[in-house]
């Protein structure tokens, strides 16, 4: 599975009608809309550029976004400053989360999560979320703290594994 980390600050220099031509859903909050218009303008430029994928319509199931193809299959999440987008040739589920200050405590014991600490509890939640992303329990995963953030990667493949590429600027030097 390759993980992309990608700055959105890269979004303030996107004309506002090519990010729109990549909405996918309405939004009340602006900036939420500008993040998701950008995950989509970035998930098509690597299927391009990265995977040299011709055919790269998307189509909905269930609410979950598939390439119609299926010649890879994608997850896409954001958080406060970062997107982050896995690629896999199998099911797959990633979640970012800023770690933010909170009663993780009282989240961890009403989720069952085994947490004594604050990352702790956002490695916890945060594969939580991609394996919900994923439809099933994990079979393999990566996990990595970056940056303030928390990140997990699960996959339906035992075999799976993983790379994470940050984004340098405009390159991604690991590419």
């Given at each position: 599975m390759d993980i992309f980390v990608?700055?959105?600050s890269d979004s303030d220099?996107?004309?506002?009608?090519?990010?729109?031509?990549?909405?996918?859903?309405?939004?009340s909050?602006?900036?939420?809309?500008?993040?998701?218009?950008?995950?989509?303008?970035?998930?098509?430029?690597?299927?391009?550029?990265?995977?040299?994928?011709?055919?790269r319509e998307i189509e909905f199931v269930n609410k979950k976004p598939y390439l119609k193809s299926r010649e890879?299959?994608?997850s896409v999440s954001?958080?406060?400053?970062?997107?982050?987008i896995a690629f896999s040739d199998a099911e797959?589920?990633?979640?970012?989360?800023?770690?933010?200050?909170?009663?993780?405590?009282?989240?961890?014991?009403?989720?069952?999560?085994?947490?004594?600490?604050?990352?702790?509890?956002?490695?916890?939640?945060?594969?939580?979320?991609?394996?919900?992303k994923?439809?099933?329990?994990?079979?393999n995963f990566y996990q990595a703290l970056y940056d303030g953030y928390s990140l997990t990667a699960v996959s339906s493949n035992v075999q799976e594994k993983f790379e994470l590429f940050i984004q340098n600027g405009e390159e991604f030097p690991n590419i």
């Open positions: 990608i700055s959105t220099n996107i004309r506002p009608e090519l990010l729109e031509e990549y909405k996918h859903k309405e939004f909050n602006k900036e939420k809309q500008k993040e998701h218009c950008f995950s989509y303008l970035m998930l098509d430029r690597i299927l391009r550029e990265v995977y040299k994928i011709e055919n890879k299959f994608f954001h958080s406060k400053g970062y997107i982050v797959c589920g990633v979640d970012i989360e800023k770690i933010v200050e909170r009663d993780f405590k009282a989240i961890s014991e009403r989720m069952n999560f085994v947490s004594s600490n604050l990352e702790e509890f956002y490695q916890w939640w945060t594969k939580y979320e991609a394996e919900y994923l439809g099933e329990k994990a079979k």
